[in-house]
Every structure is written in C-alpha cells, then in structure tokens.
C-alpha cells in the first residue's frame, strides 16, 4: 500500500492542463486520423457506387467532390492518409532504433504535424 492516502490524489484528469511533448501530440493525432480514415471508408465507397450507376450518378460525384462539403472531406482524407503513412513510416524508423534520441524525435514529430497536412492538401488539388 502507498503512503499517500487516497485523498492526495486528483478525482480527475484535466487534459487541457496536461502539456504533452510533441510526439505525444503526434500519437494522439495518429491516432484521430486512424479513426477518420474509418469513418469516412462508407462515404467513399458510396460516391464510387454512386458514380458507377450512371453518367448522371457520376457527374453528382464530381459535383459533391467540387462542393465545399466534399472538398473538406476529400482533404480530411488526404490528410488522414498523409499522416498515418508518415507517422507509420516514423514508427518502422524507431522500431529498428533509429530516430529514438528525443532531440531527433521530437524534430521527426513535429515534421510529421507540419508535412502530413501540407501534403494533404496537394493531394486534394491534385484530385480537384
């Protein structure tokens, strides 16, 4: 049993107050794209049908893509995407026990957060 009595400890966890290091912030991320690449599986896999049926099921597929709703989805995907490949490939990296000094890693996170959205977006401009 501890010395400290129950009642030293917190009743909750402020996870605003909490300051996470950067690679933290990458995990939790990852982990939030991971969740967005699942949710939006049935929405793409219904514009393909969609678009499949008939020239008319394909030009409202172009036509929901082209729309602001449909952009934003598209570049959440692409970002999810993005994210998830450089992240993945960041962990394979540590795995095999490069990139694990905290200086190298803090930097290969933050390169993730910067780089995943930016590469994102030119691959929603790319498919637009």
Same mark, same amino acid.
């Given at each position: *049993?501890?010395? !400290?009595?129950? @009642? !030293?400890?917190?009743?909750?966890?402020?996870?605003? +107050?909490? +300051?996470?290091?950067?690679?933290?912030? *990458? @995990?939790?991320? !990852? +982990?939030?794209?991971?969740?967005l690449m699942v949710i939006g599986i049935p929405g793409m896999i219904y514009l393909l049908d969609h678009s499949l049926i008939s020239r008319e099921g394909y030009a409202e597929s172009v036509a929901f893509l082209h729309s602001l709703p449909g952009r934003l989805m598209l570049f959440g995907l692409m970002w999810s995407l993005m994210h998830h490949l450089l992240a993945g490939l960041r962990y394979l990296l540590i795995d095999i026990d490069t990139g694990v000094d905290r200086v190298i890693a803090r930097r290969t996170a933050l390169a993730v957060i910067v780089l995943a959205p930016l590469c994102g977006l030119l691959l929603t401009w790319g498919l637009l």
């Open positions: *049993m501890s010395t !400290h009595s129950a @009642s !030293h400890r917190p009743v909750h966890l402020n996870l605003f +107050r909490i +300051r996470l290091p950067i690679p933290g912030v *990458m @995990s939790i991320i !990852h +982990r939030i794209t991971g969740v």
